[in-house]
């Protein structure tokens, strides 16, 4: 009953928007169920592959490897999303209503700069998205519509078909997009300004439901509900392991060991410290022995522990992880916001994946010429 009357409120606001501006509404966008009503479903979140100039790999040569935060298992409650994202005309017709206010700009700077990209008819190019938004602005939007921003979880569940799919619309190699219909500068440079949300970036669509779901890897990037916790799935990410140090060579040459590996950021050991430094610097050697035998790179690596490199002497613990499904996970708190998915400015594919969240985030008050957004509906 709840979810009827959500869509007929929705439906509601639609058709009232045409009639206060005195000329119809423009089309209401599908939207795909991503999980169905009567129970939650179980998948996969975050990925500790790193990945840098559009190769995933472990980069453990490196001395501060591209950092990924943890791989969960979240359970997600039924949902359904925008098959594309919000456009021009669809912000313009909000606008009559007075229910929107105007984008903080109306032109796409860039190698092809677009002076007249909105305007307030929303005929100048009604089909492509609307960007130049604030979070605070996008959020005002899908609520009046009867919905609301997805949430990371719901974002990304859908970017994977709904389940476990792949990195990117065409697969899990991102060469593989080179050429082809996708608003990904890295993939076609003659698509590097925005493009019509449906029927145009081919190559950038999904099937959920049934219904073709288009943009999320490219087009332009994406607000979501969450605020942005960069180690989001984290037992406590206010308090990951990044502060830790790798390993070094000691004097002799060899590879130090997990335990005098992870020194503090002045890169000393417990030894001279005291009180609560000591207390301090040995809570972190204690994290370091939770998570493998100290002195043996080869044993097995506790399950609760997310990291990069693990089968090498020198890993990168990040954090404690859950080891059952969560649910209800959304970052909280701050003034930042997550944005995901690529857009058609991208240059590095890695941020085209469809798991790729680390440093995607923006202050909810400031807009860019590449981000836009969707909505999505509980169910």
């Known amino acids: 009953m709840r979810a009827l009357i959500r869509r007929t409120f929705a439906l509601s606001a639609f058709s009232v928007l045409g009639c206060a501006a005195g000329r119809s509404p423009p089309a209401e966008t599908p939207m795909a169920t991503v999980v169905p009503s009567g129970a939650s479903r179980d998948v996969p979140f975050g990925r500790e592959v790193a990945c840098q100039a559009g190769v995933e790999g472990d980069y453990c040569n490196l001395d501060k490897p591209p ?171 206010a308090e990951p392991m990044d502060g830790l140090k790798r390993a070094e060579l000691s004097g002799n040459g060899d590879p130090l060991v997990c335990k005098s590996a992870y020194q503090t950021v002045e890169k000393d050991d417990c030894g001279g410290k005291t009180g609560g430094d000591f207390a301090s610097c040995a809570a972190t050697v204690e994290k370091c022995q939770d998570c493998r035998d100290e002195a043996d790179e080869s044993a097995p690596v506790a399950p609760e522990c997310a990291g990069q490199c693990l089968d090498t002497n020198a890993p990168i613990w990040l954090c404690k992880k859950p080891t059952a499904p969560v649910a209800g996970l959304v970052g909280t708190g701050g003034d930042e916001r997550s944005v995901r998915g690529g857009n058609y400015g991208t240059s590095d594919l890695c941020e085209a994946r469809s798991t790729d969240r680390m440093g995607r985030k923006l202050s909810k008050k400031e807009f860019r010429p590449f981000i836009g957004f969707r909505c999505a509906r509980s169910l």
Not at 184 to 195: K, S, Y
Not at 206 to 230: C, F, M, Q, R
């Open 67 to 237: 950092q990924v935060g943890p791989e969960i298992t979240v359970s997600v409650e039924p949902f359904a999303i925008d098959t594309h994202e919000v456009t021009n005309l669809q912000w313009a017709h909000c606008m009559a209503h007075g229910a929107c206010s105007k984008p903080r700009a109306f032109n796409i700077p860039g190698a092809n700069p677009i002076d007249d990209y909105f305007d307030e008819e929303g005929t100048g190019h009604p089909n492509e998205p609307v960007v130049n938004i604030t979070w605070e602005m996008a959020d005002a939007y899908c609520k009046f519509h009867g919905k609301r921003l997805p949430t990371e979880v719901e974002w990304e569940t859908a970017a994977r078909s709904g389940s476990n799919g792949p990195l990117y619309p065409w697969g899990d190699t991102p060469g593989d997009c080179a050429q082809k219909s996708v608003a990904l500068a890295a993939c076609n440079n003659d698509h590097n300004f925005p493009q019509p949300v449906t029927g145009a970036m081919v190559d950038d669509q999904i099937i959920i439901d049934g219904k073709t779901v288009e943009g999320l890897a490219g087009n332009v990037s994406e607000w979501v509900a969450d605020a942005y916790v960069p180690f989001l799935g984290c037992v406590n990410p």
